[in-house]
């Protein structure tokens, strides 16, 4: 099955500067890979997703990358803000039906002021 | 569009006890919905994918006799906590997906936070 590894466990930033958080995944086969943004206590949140059959995806001040060669991808955060502090967790799985994503374990990031 | 409740957003239980946690999509149909638990400060952990109109599929290690789901209709997804002791008490977030053999999107539900006596 899936298996998916996120790091780093816990990032802290300065307010501007860019974040980077990076996953890995196991089964090549998987073809979906969103990013989620969880609040302390609030349901996680789809901030970007991206498809297999792309390499990059950008919206603002996020974007991701995927290399299905290396099977990892990556979240970044450019001019980060502290709105921009929570848990983020990246996801693997296959589109559609019954298909279940497989969460890696969280990258909590705390951008000071 | 693509909102999902869910309902009780708190409960708490004495021990020995059954907990029903509901799960809707409000403005989308949903053949599959998901349901995890979330530890503090820990990720989530799927428990069973609920599938309308048949049984639902779990996670290894997850008993199924004291997680009950029911996926009764489109838009409505129930787990039953049977028998709750303390070590169930935990945050549990159910997720649906649109209807659409092409879909890719979970939505999630604010969570229920069960806390067992």
């Known amino acids: 099955g899936e298996n998916v590894e996120q790091h780093p466990s816990t990032l802290s930033v300065q307010e501007g500067d860019s974040a980077v958080i990076k996953c890995t995944y196991s089964?090549?086969?998987?073809?979906?890979f969103p990013w989620y943004k969880q609040e302390l206590g609030k349901r996680p949140q789809l901030i970007i997703d991206?498809?297999?059959?792309?390499g990059e995806k950008k919206d603002q001040r996020i974007a991701v990358t995927l290399n299905k060669t290396a099977k990892h991808f990556s979240l970044h955060i450019t001019e980060t803000q502290p709105e921009d502090s929570a848990v983020y967790f990246c996801?693997?799985?296959?589109?559609?039906?019954?298909?279940?994503?497989?969460f890696g374990a969280g990258t909590r990031l705390a951008v000071h002021p | 569009g693509a909102v999902v409740s869910q309902h009780p957003s708190r409960v708490i239980c004495k021990s020995g006890t059954s907990v029903k946690i509901e799960c809707r999509s409000l403005?989308?149909?949903?053949?599959?919905m998901f349901w995890y638990r979330q530890f503090p400060k820990k990720s989530l952990m799927l428990m069973a994918t609920s599938n309308e109109g048949s049984k639902a599929t779990y996670e290894q290690g997850v008993e199924k006799d004291k997680f009950l789901i029911n996926h009764a209709s489109l838009t409505l997804s129930t787990l039953t906590v049977t028998s709750a002791h303390p070590e169930d008490s935990s945050f549990y977030i159910c997720?649906?997906?649109?209807?659409?053999?092409?879909?890719?999107?979970?939505?999630f539900g604010p969570g229920t936070r069960l806390t067992v006596t």
């Open positions: 403005d989308f149909q949903a053949t599959t």
């Open positions: 996801a693997a799985g296959l589109s559609g039906g019954y298909n279940k994503l497989i």
């Open positions: 997720s649906a997906r649109p209807t659409d053999i092409l879909s890719y999107e979970q939505y």
């Open positions: 991206i498809r297999s059959n792309v």
């Open positions: 089964d090549s086969a998987s073809n979906y």
